[in-house]
């Protein structure tokens, strides 16, 4: 299996808010060691967390590609989530279904919960839940499917009225919503920095370490630019990038998003923002807007989603999408237009055909968790910490909820591929409206 040695990355997003980092440094020489994770997203931190106390003996080897941080784990919107919006209408013969993916979403949340307070972990952690919105046609409609969801799976909510939204948000864009109380916002980059500062000691981290190629055999052989690992056992957290090294090529793409925030907002624009002083909102269309007022004081918006070749976009590109960005957040705040973005930023999140997730044994000696769609931080967590039990031979209610995800559908080789890619991020789109 050869592959492409193209992991790029750059400096606009989460990370670059954050006071500057000392890295783990690159991997070189030769090793041999009974574990090795590729990627150190929040799958890869739960599963190197999970192994080490399972094996305290080991030594287990992280390698990371780039920079911790700089993969989806570290740009994406910051919701950890409890409860999921399964989109396309409620279906009671799905209710089991539902039950298994939010088991999946509370375990996460409660293991990063735990290990965010016993590792003093600052990432603006705030429990408050999550507005789901709607502003037309379709997300009204979707807004009445996802309060049935609600209370058919007795989940606790709070129905808001345009009046109530403009009152918590201060803009009155949004016509009726939800309130779930049980999610955390969160900044991501802070997050997964903290979590790899804070594992345990028989874990090596090493970061700007992509692996490049694998032979298969036992003990497997992973060649890096400057090292050779010999291992036993090798987990896959790659996300959308497993197909570098040959592996779900055919079953996992990168979906490019992006969004800016703005500069620290004053006190006076701050009151204008309703009087919660701080909050996210989801919008109950696919595809529209994420938008958050981050502890911080900065006002997120994220709204474009594209299929970019599973890259983030290039300087150029991420201008142009301001542009969007701005638009929409203008229809939204308009007391608030003269407020300047400090940054833009671009993120990948891994999308099968049919969004599904993927969890399981690849090969006698290499396993694999991963795709989450735009829903990993907690889900991520779960999938990567029962990678690791189901990987030492553990079995658990949770591992077996993690092998029920449904088998990914195929897609077809380039440029099929890329069409096909091209059409299913764009129909996420359709009848978006003023939700955008
Ligand atoms: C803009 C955006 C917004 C999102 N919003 C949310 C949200 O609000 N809430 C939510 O829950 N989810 C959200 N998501 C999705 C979420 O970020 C992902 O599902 C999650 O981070 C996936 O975690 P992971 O660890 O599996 O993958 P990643 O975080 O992608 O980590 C995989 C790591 O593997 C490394 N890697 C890949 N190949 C190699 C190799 N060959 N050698 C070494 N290392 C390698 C990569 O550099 C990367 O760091 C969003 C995603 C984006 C892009």
Redesign the pocket.
């Known amino acids: 299996m050869t592959i492409s040695s193209d992991?790029k990355t750059d400096n606009h997003g989460w990370a670059e808010l954050l006071q500057k980092r000392e890295g783990q440094p690159p991997l070189r020489a030769s090793h041999r060691v009974p574990w090795v994770i590729?990627?150190?997203?929040?799958?890869?931190l739960a599963c190197a967390r999970k192994l080490a106390e399972l094996h305290p003996d080991d030594e287990i080897l992280l390698?990371?590609?780039?920079e911790v941080g700089?993969?989806?784990?570290g740009?994406?919107?910051?919701?950890?989530?409890a409860v999921s919006h399964f989109t396309g209408g409620y279906n009671k013969h799905q209710i089991e279904e539902y039950r298994r993916v939010n088991r999946i979403n509370q375990n996460g949340l409660d293991l990063l919960q735990a290990q965010v307070g016993a590792h003093d972990i600052a990432c603006q952690w705030r429990a408050s839940g999550f507005h789901h919105t709607a502003a037309d046609k379709q997300s009204l409609r979707e807004c009445a499917e996802f309060s049935r969801y609600l209370e058919a799976l007795e989940i606790a909510h709070t129905p808001l009225d345009a009046q109530a939204l403009k009152q918590r948000l201060g803009t009155d864009l949004y016509k009726r919503g939800v309130h779930v109380p049980n999610g955390v916002l969160l900044q991501?980059a802070a997050l997964v920095r903290g979590l790899a500062d804070s594992l345990p000691a028989n874990v090596s981290l090493h970061e700007n370490?992509?692996?490049l190629k694998i032979d298969k055999g036992a003990p497997l052989i992973l060649q890096l630019e400057q090292a050779e690992v010999q291992a036993d056992r090798l987990l896959f957290?790659?996300?959308y990038?497993a197909g570098?090294?040959g592996v779900l090529r055919r079953y996992i793409i990168g979906s490019t998003?992006s969004?800016s925030l703005t500069r620290v907002l004053s006190g006076d624009e701050i009151a204008s923002l309703g009087d919660l002083g701080d909050w996210g909102v989801l919008s109950l269309h696919g595809g529209g807007a994420?938008v958050r007022l981050t502890t911080d004081h900065r006002l997120c918006i994220?709204n474009t989603a594209e299929y970019n070749g599973s890259a983030l976009l290039s300087p150029q590109q991420l201008e142009l999408r301001q542009a969007l960005h701005r638009s929409n957040f203008n229809r939204r705040f308009p007391q608030l237009a003269h407020v300047k973005f400090e940054y833009a930023w671009s993120?990948?999140?891994?999308i099968s055909r049919n969004g599904t997730n993927f969890f399981g044994r690849q090969n006698d000696n290499i396993y694999l968790a991963?795709g989450?769609?735009?829903?990993?931080?907690?889900?991520?967590t779960t999938f990567g910490t029962c990678l690791a039990e189901y990987a030492s031979g553990e079995s658990s209610s949770m591992i077996r909820d993690c092998l029920a995800s449904a088998p990914a559908k195929w897609m077809p080789p380039r440029p099929f591929l890329d069409m096909g890619a091209f059409a299913t991020v764009r129909l996420r789109f359709l009848g978006v409206g003023r939700d955008h």
Not at 38 to 44: K, L, R, Y
Not at 372 to 380: D, E, K, M, T
């Open positions: 992991f590729v990627g150190a997203g929040v799958t890869g390698l990371e590609a780039r700089q993969g989806a784990s740009r994406n919107s910051g919701f950890a989530v991501p370490s992509a692996v957290a790659t996300n990038e570098k090294l998003l969004g994420t994220r993120g990948v999140e891994g991963g989450y769609n735009g829903s990993g931080l907690s889900r991520g």
